[in-house]
């Protein structure tokens, strides 16, 4: 008897050891997904405000950890009641055995938190970013973990029935995050673009939206595909071990649920921007990739209880959610440089509601049933929940920043740029700028504040004649850069008499 209890010790600390394991390697993949989304935004944003992009991208991740170590998991898994936890503030009282779980649900909750910086991207001030970070992370998100993935929490109770005889059980249900994540951060990411209004120049004076074109695709193109990697292991790992029998079963769906869900979001935006309805008629990169990714969110909630098919017509009406929305929030005339309201609002809907309609277990279309009919109504229950829990604390916040004068950086900075007068540090040397072709640079299509400042200081014409022997000076090798300099230092000259130009300085003039 001794010797049977010890080895069914030891099998139950092998079976702790591996799960242990599995949370943290999956949640250090998860995490990687924070490079992802700083190198997707680097990329689409102007090469003025890099540095500010990677930045706050990175403290998602440091001041979140410090927010989710003091008060967010204790509000999200502490023991409470059925709408907040309140144990384990800092650590307190948590087992060394638990640190693990704490690791792997903090990269959910910097995930939901960093969704919001693509939204308010190139002119969000820097405080406000801090501020409104660490409380998505602190507070906003642990609130909705715990109504959903706790065992106290009123939407994951859901309700008893007993049907035909049966007692039942129905509650929501989010396997990896469609709702609790992506649309909880799609809202708050709309909401903080709505209150911040548009980038100067955005939209014309007709209130046409004018292209601002980020100024690195290769950056978003390895951001995005970090991202996909990321999901792999985002929506596996959500099983919570690996130990369990049926364990193995549940990640291997989960995963090729995602690759099912991926294609199809990117099939279906690839065709119909290559239509004339969405503009363009052209095979768009940039498009696909938000396709793939719209797709991924929106298998999250139910990607173990597909079949592949179904994954693959989940990812296909994500993509359909993203492109509508790509245009109702232009149409509205709200400015969200990443699409992160199409991607994570869109697909986090497509999610919470495919689930209980294509589920093979107990899916509408599959098992139609009063139970089938009930799950899908705790699913609309949690939709609706989380997004007014979402849209009413995202306006009190921005709204608060607002009202402060401290949610938008100046007019100023914001043309000239964010990353040499808030951190120093150009993201590119100034030699590294231009070329040996020639290009005319044409900003005549911006409209207000944006056209008489930014066209003085950046309409030019660059010399175009390169000689094939250069001399080794710097202006011969150069002299198209040359040229700009003398340029930008003729305007500020008319505009502010002598100043100093700083080097990296972007190409909306220099800093004094």
């Known amino acids: 008897m001794t010797t049977g209890a010890t080895i069914q010790e030891r099998v139950d600390n092998v079976d702790s050891a591996i799960d242990t394991m599995f949370l943290l390697v999956f949640g250090i993949f998860i995490y990687l997904m924070q490079a992802g989304f700083a190198f997707l935004e680097a990329g689409a944003v102007r090469s003025k405000n890099t540095v500010n992009i990677l930045i706050k991208n990175a403290l998602d991740s440091f001041f979140g950890g410090v927010s989710y170590w003091l008060v967010g998991y204790a509000f999200a898994y502490g023991e409470g009641n059925e709408f907040i936890g309140f144990s384990h503030f800092a650590h307190d009282g948590l087992t060394h055995t638990q640190y693990a ?31 409104y970070s660490s409380l998505v992370t602190g507070f906003i998100y642990p609130v909705v973990t715990h109504w959903t993935w706790t065992s106290e929490g009123w939407l994951n109770k859901g309700g008893d029935y007993i049907i035909d005889g049966v007692f039942v059980h129905v509650g929501y249900y989010d396997f990896a995050g469609s709702g609790i994540v992506h649309l909880l951060g799609g809202t708050v990411a709309f909401i903080g673009a709505y209150m911040i209004g548009p980038r100067i120049g955005r939209f014309d004076e007709n209130g046409k939206p004018v292209d601002i074109r980020g100024h690195n695709i290769p950056y978003a193109a390895l ?17 919570g071990s690996i130990s369990k029998p049926g364990d193995e079963e549940a990640v291997a769906i989960a995963v090729v649920n995602t690759v099912a869900a991926a294609s199809g979001g990117a099939f279906i935006t690839l065709l119909l921007k290559r239509t004339n309805y969405f503009g363009g008629a052209k095979w768009s990169f940039l498009t696909t990739l938000n396709g793939s990714l719209t797709g991924m969110v929106s298998i999250c909630a139910g990607c173990h209880v597909y079949r592949t098919y179904a994954g693959f017509f989940v990812g296909v009406c994500g993509g359909l959610m993203y492109m509508f929305l790509n245009w109702a929030v232009l149409k509205v005339k709200v400015d969200d440089p990443l699409d992160a309201t199409a991607v994570h609002f869109g697909g986090g809907i497509v999610g919470v509601v495919a689930a209980p309609l294509l589920s093979f277990e107990n899916g509408v ?9 009930l799950f899908l109504g705790w699913q609309l229950a949690g939709l609706v929940s989380i997004f007014l829990w979402a849209l009413g604390l995202s306006l009190i916040v921005f709204g608060s920043l607002k009202k402060a004068g401290i949610l938008r950086v100046s007019e100023e900075y914001e043309l000239k740029g964010l990353d040499l007068p808030k951190h120093g540090e150009a993201a590119y040397p100034a030699e590294a700028y231009g070329h040996g072709w020639g290009e005319y640079q044409n900003t005549t299509a911006v409209s207000g504040l944006a056209k008489n400042t930014i066209a003085p200081a950046t309409t030019v014409i660059v010399v175009q004649d390169v000689p094939v022997d250069r001399p080794k000076t710097r202006e011969a090798e150069h002299p198209e850069v040359t040229a700009l300099n003398r340029q930008k230092k003729k305007h500020d000259l008319q505009q502010n008499g002598p100043v100093e130009s700083l080097p990296g300085s972007s190409d909306l003039g220099a800093w004094p």
């Open 101 to 131: 779980h704490w690791f792997f649900q903090f990269v959910f909750a910097a995930t939901a938190a960093t969704i919001v910086s693509g939204a308010v991207a190139e002119r969000c001030d820097f405080m406000a970013y801090i501020i």
């Open 223 to 239: 951001g995005g595909f970090i991202l996909v990697f990321g999901f792999f292991a985002f929506n596996g790992s959500s099983q």
């Open 365 to 373: 279309f599959y098992k139609w049933s009063k139970g089938s009919v």
